[in-house]
């Protein structure tokens, strides 16, 4: 399938993995590239400039196709080196980056000169149009229905999409929600020109993390997932567990008196304990609502595959179907 997104960053098929903290290392991205796909290294979870070079060099090795880097710009108490980082990012040639969080227009000049491709990940039509003018190649619209941060304005994709259709020029992705050929025509029908996917790319073998992560995935329904730090104004939409029980139970308890130091034990540290250890309960994890629409942990190749060929059977058989004479 040929579409601006295919073109922009030379794959074949329009289908990109978000950044994942303590998901998106070489192994997942590299296998989403080898199946046609954008694959992409979560800088953050690399931390220093030094680990994210090796990163993207044992990406490199595992395949030759293109793929990119996120780099999330979120408030924190010791900020990451991002000057290093984007040094890392554009001395490996790596040809993407996927911003999210802040406003990227600091990294741009750098990542212009070097021909890197941006796309930047936005959950309201306002931040989109704002990225565009501030000159990224393109968008991914993150609706409400997303694992990760939805923002706080809580638009579905039914509405995001179209909405952003409306007003945006530059190409743009659907995110949020995504997980099969269904996904993929609906954004296309919606006017995206493809999609970004988070949490199915997690129940994947490839992805590298405990299996009680996938299965947690594979088990949970549409109805599983939580939104918490509302009151914080920094809203995450989580798969609920006891450590999110019982953070839900302190925001309720403190109410506007909530301050993040309250939660630091069901948010901060998590990420390994449950990507490595398959602690599954130990506290906050992002999951998008999407987990209702995993019922499998396939190879990566299997996942593209799948969803290439129910997008190219909806468009050619059923929705031509639906032609009058
Ligand atoms: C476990 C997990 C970790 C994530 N970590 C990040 C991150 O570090 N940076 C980022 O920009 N997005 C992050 N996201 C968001 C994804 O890149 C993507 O936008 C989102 O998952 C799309 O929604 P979906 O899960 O419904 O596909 C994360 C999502 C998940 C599920």
Known sequence: ???????????????????????????????????????????LT???????????ARCRE?????????????????????PGLFKVIVESGVSAVETAGNNPSEWLPMLKEAGIKVIHKCT???????AQRIGCDAVSVDGFECGGHPGEDDVTNFILLPRAAEELE????????????????????????????GTRFIATQEAPVHENVKQALVEASELD????????RNTERVLNNAGVERLIQKEQDLGTDLKFEDILPEVAGIYPRVMQEGDVDAGAWSCGMVAGL????????????????????????????????
């Open 1 to 43: 399938m040929k579409t601006a997104i295919t073109e922009m960053f030379g794959i074949e098929h329009p289908i990109i993995q978000g950044g994942m903290h303590f998901v998106g290392l070489a192994e997942l991205a590299s296998a989403v590239s080898n199946a046609g796909g954008l694959g992409i290294i979560t800088g």
């Open 46 to 56: 690399q931390g220093t400039p030094e680990k994210l070079a090796n990163e993207i």
């Open 62 to 82: 595992m395949t030759d196709k293109p793929f990119g880097v996120n780099m999330t710009f979120l408030p924190s108490v010791r900020p990451p080196d991002y």
């Open 124 to 130: 309201s039509v306002r931040h989109a149009l704002k």
């Open 170 to 197: 530059i190409p743009f992705v659907s995110s949020g929600g995504m997980a099969n050929g269904r996904s993929l025509v609906a954004s296309l029908a919606m006017g995206a020109d493809g999609m970004n996917m």
């Open 225 to 232: 997932t939580r939104l918490i730090m509302r009151g914080l």
């Open 294 to 325: 995993i019922h499998d942990v396939p190879t990566v190749q299997e996942l593209m595959d799948r969803i290439m060929s129910e997008a190219e059977a909806l468009i050619n058989e059923r929705l031509v179907g639906f032609q009058s004479a």
